[in-house]
Each structure stands twice: as C-alpha cells, then as structure tokens.
C-alpha cells in the first residue's frame, strides 16, 4: 500500500520556523521527484517547491523563496520541507506529492501550519 505521511505542522508565532517530514512507503521512494503542494483556507492548490529525485536540483514558489528550504533522504524514504521567517499567509495545510514526470501519483493526507500571533 502506498503512503505518504505528513508530520510536523502545527501553531507558530509570526517569524518563528517549522520543519515539515513526509515519509513514504509502498513505492520505490528514490526514483519519484517530489514535491509540496499548500491549501489556504478557502483558496486553491498552491505549488511551493519541488525537488528531483536525487535531490540535486530544488525549485521554489517565489512567494516561499529565500526562506523555505526541501530536501530529502532516500534512504530513509523522508521528504522534508523548512520553514523559516513564517508568515500569517504561510497558513495552510501542506501536503506532500510524489511525481512520476507527468503527473502526481500519490499524495499525502495533509499537516496544518497556523501562524499567528
């Protein structure tokens, strides 16, 4: 069975950081680029950041660029996504997408990021 499991959101102060884990299991992790995908309350989708599968190139929403950071451990099967400098607009829930190179195949159920005051 294929999963991708979220952890790590929760309430931060404006300014403050989180480090959002996606583990993945039930697919061959290492050969999937990756990204994170964000939903505002009450908006769409919104593309954060991407990286390849080996994890050699990363790529960014303008709006998150210069303080978040992806990254990953395929040997652990871990996706990872820091968050610096947090911002009341940061507020979403985050998930993570496996990409097969054409679309996204699997996604993961969701954390919340609050931030606020």
């Known amino acids: 069975e294929v999963q991708l499991v979220e952890s790590g959101g929760g309430l931060v102060q404006p300014g403050g950081s989180l480090r959002l884990s996606c583990a993945a299991s039930?697919?061959?992790?290492?050969?999937?680029?990756m990204s994170w995908v964000r939903q505002a309350p009450g908006k769409g989708l919104e593309w954060v950041s991407h990286?390849?599968?080996?994890?050699?190139?990363?790529t960014y929403a303008d709006s998150v660029k210069g303080r978040f950071t992806i990254s990953r451990d395929n040997a652990k099967n871990t996706l990872y996504l820091h968050m610096n400098s947090l911002k009341s607009e940061d507020t979403a829930m985050y998930y993570c997408?496996?990409?097969?190179?054409?679309?996204?195949?699997?996604w993961g159920q969701g954390t919340q990021v609050t931030v606020s005051s």
């Open positions: 997408a496996a990409f097969s190179g054409w679309k996204y195949e699997y």
């Open positions: 039930g697919f061959t992790f290492s050969t999937y680029a």
């Open positions: 990286i390849v599968s080996g994890g050699g190139t990363t």
